[in-house]
T-cell receptor
Framework: GDSVTQMEGPVTLSEEAFLTINCTYT??????LFWYVQYPGEGLQLLLK?????DKGSNKGFEATYRKETTSFHLEKGSVQVSDSAVYFC??????????????FGGGTRVLVKP | DVKVTQSSRYLVKRTGEKVFLECVQD?????MFWYRQDPGLGLRLIYF???????EKGDIPEGYSVSREKKERFSLILESASTNQTSMYLC????????????????FGPGTRLTVL
């Protein structure tokens, strides 16, 4: 079945540091890939997505490129802020054209940015 | 903006109680989902529904049931709560178009943290 593996946290950084969170996946088809973010006390919200190989998703200074050859979708940000402290989830959708398409999530990576 | 609301942010129940978790979305979405979130395990799908009165089991349906009587409302039911159901429960919704295919972006509620004593 489908699965998503992401690096375990917590990841602790200083403000303005470079952030990378690794994500690899296993899927039988051609999935769409996502990064969701959960800020403290809130639900998940979509950060960015990519729907086909070599697509780059970007939002709020974060980027991730869909790499089919390495089945990866690593999240990067060049200069983090304290407000980026959150839990980040990598996810895939393997049936984007089916009724009630489902997401498969990784375990989440907690990121803490210190001033 | 899509808004998904959940009836309670925090809930404490006793073992054996029947528990209802309610979720309401205001964007006329066909698809609705219930997940549980546990540290290190990410989100796991319990049940989902792609239409009124329709439901499908997710990855971990045991000990849970659901109800979808109206399009905007999706309820998760713990028939007899147990301590291993202590968790954060997240509801989500997504849009399905007339031709049958769905957008892949899901919109989440704030979650209900359930403690079963």
């Amino acid at each position: 079945g489908d699965s998503v593996t992401q690096m375990e946290g917590p990841v602790t950084l200083s403000e303005e540091a470079f952030l990378t969170i690794n994500c690899t996946y296993t899927a039988t088809g051609y999935p769409s890939l996502f990064w969701y973010v959960q800020y403290p006390g809130e639900g998940l919200q979509l950060l960015l997505k990519a729907t086909k190989a070599d697509d780059k998703g970007s939002n709020k200074g974060f980027e991730a490129t869909y790499r089919k050859e390495t089945t990866s979708f690593h999240l990067e940000k060049g200069s983090v802020q304290v407000s980026d402290s959150a839990v980040y989830f990598c996810a895939l959708s393997d049936r984007p054209q089916a009724a009630g398409n489902k997401l498969t999530f990784g375990g989440g990576t907690r990121v803490l940015v210190k001033p | 903006d899509v808004k998904v609301t959940q009836s309670s942010r925090y809930l404490v129940k006793r073992t054996g109680e029947k528990v209802f978790l309610e979720c309401v979305q205001d964007m006329d979405h066909e698809n609705m989902f219930w997940y549980r979130q546990d540290p290190g395990l990410g989100l796991r799908l319990i049940y989902f529904s792609y239409d009124v009165k329709m439901k499908e089991k997710g990855d971990i349906p045991e000990g849970y049931s659901v109800s979808r009587e109206k399009k905007e409302r999706f309820s998760l039911i713990l028939e007899s709560a147990s301590t291993n159901q202590t968790s954060m429960y997240l509801c989500a919704s997504s849009l399905r178009f007339e031709l049958g295919w769905s957008t892949d972006t899901q919109y989440f509620g704030p979650g209900t943290r359930l403690t079963v004593l």
